[in-house]
């Protein structure tokens, strides 16, 4: 037996999946998840074993794309009249734009071995698999990146 065309079962079972849709979200995204249904079906129309209960399978990917849909909403932001008021910024996350600047300007090595070693941590080892040299080439970047910081930053500081 083998299974009937893609356009056949969507005729057929079509209302079914649509009145499952509306059921779960409602009118207004019912149509979407109607259609990822039967794309999703479509997809997997092709392995689906021929002596299935084809509506039952539509209905269980229905349900699917709807919890999808569901899902989607609730990670939605909530528009609102007005924004609530921001509490002042964490001191430990103010942005020195000095700093930044200055680390920004850094040979790409200098960069990459600065900020995986101070801001991510990793060992000189790793930094330098990651950036393509030797630990001791990495750990001189790191120390060469660290200098060129100081040294930007005080010329900042007696500018």
């Known amino acids: 037996m083998s299974l009937p065309p893609f356009e056949t079962v969507v005729a057929a079972h079509g209302p079914t999946v649509l009145r ?12 979407d998840a109607w259609s990822a249904t039967f794309l999703s079906a479509l997809r997997a129309y092709p392995q689906l074993d021929p002596g299935a209960n084809v509506e039952a399978w539509l209905v269980r990917i229905a349900h699917n794309r709807a919890i999808d849909v569901v899902r989607a909403q609730q990670r939605r932001a909530v528009p609102v009249a007005e924004p609530p008021e921001r509490a002042a910024p964490d001191a430990a996350y103010d942005r020195d734009d000095d700093l930044w600047d200055a680390l920004a300007a850094l040979p790409d090595k200098q960069r990459h071995a600065v900020a995986y070693h101070h801001v991510a941590g990793l060992p000189y080892a790793e930094i330098a698999e990651i950036i393509g040299s030797t630990p001791a080439a990495a750990r001189k970047a790191g120390s060469d990146g660290i200098a060129a910081l100081r040294r930007a930053l005080s010329q900042k500081v007696t500018s």
Request: glycine share 8%; proline share 8%.
């Open 20 to 31: 499952v849709c509306r059921a779960v979200l409602g009118p207004a995204d019912a149509d």
